[in-house]
């Protein structure tokens, strides 16, 4: 299946070059065209990741991506002229995942892409893994254990997955970390451990109690 890019970018020059660029290497492109319908663009097309300019008309980039982060963990990728360190700073700080400055190296930015769609919709070979009971369905992003389901977010589904994926050895928080957050600056440490609590919640809610047992200096085990 295509993955799905969705460009906010109001140049039509620039707008035409990247839908041409993108569509040409395998993706499926929607451009936004309504700036004052942008969020509800975006979520009646569920794209798997997001192109965005800073300058825009009506709410700028950074408004537009805190706006995303407050429904979605889906990849944004800054692409734009304003090259400031605050620029790339703010970006990082508001929820994005790239920053690249306009004239952009075209084979720079499709590595980019692939490289966040492949970390972030990761493919594993199964669909599911199993594990005490435990059934972690990777495409509905689901754990489900004696007929009780709990739906999980982007990231407390990876970090199940990576567990799952290593059941039965001790995974270093350091790792799980370089899994979930590879190349990004500015990473709380105590992110890992927001997660992780959120995860043993819901684990709890449907019968699965110390599922996930941590090991004094080591890391996470099931």
């Not at 537009?64 to 979605?72: A, E, L, P, Y």
């Not at 700080?93 to 892409?113: E, Q, S, V, W």
């Not at 995860?199 to 449907?206: E, H, N, P, Q, S």
Request: aromatic fraction near 10%; glycine fraction near 6%; charge should be neutral.
């Amino acid at each position: 299946m295509k993955k799905k890019i969705l460009l906010i970018e109001d140049d039509f020059t620039i707008q035409t070059q990247l839908k041409t660029l993108l569509s040409g290497n395998g993706y499926e492109v929607f451009v936004v065209t309504d700036f004052s319908q942008t969020i509800r663009q975006i979520k009646e097309f569920v794209p798997h990741l997001v192109i965005l300019d800073i300058k825009l008309p009506g709410n700028n980039g950074f408004e537009i991506c805190s706006q995303i982060r407050t429904f979605s963990d889906m990849p944004i990728v800054f692409v734009t002229g304003s090259n400031t360190d605050m620029d790339e700073l703010n970006s990082i700080m508001l929820g994005g995942d790239a920053f690249i400055t306009k004239p952009y190296n075209t084979a720079i930015l499709l590595a980019k892409i692939a490289a966040l769609l492949k970390r972030i919709y990761f493919s594993p070979q199964t669909s599911f893994f199993t594990w005490n009971g435990a059934t972690l369905h990777l495409e509905s992003s689901m754990i489900e254990y004696r007929g009780q389901k709990a739906e999980l977010t982007k990231n407390e589904l990876k970090i199940l997955f990576y567990l799952f994926k290593n059941a039965g050895k001790i995974c270093s928080r350091n790792d799980i970390i370089d899994f979930l957050w590879d190349n990004q600056l500015y990473v709380d440490d105590n992110a890992l451990s927001v997660n992780i609590t959120r995860i043993r919640d819901k684990l709890t809610a449907i019968g699965l109690t110390d599922f996930i047992k941590t090991r004094h200096r080591q890391g996470y085990t099931l």
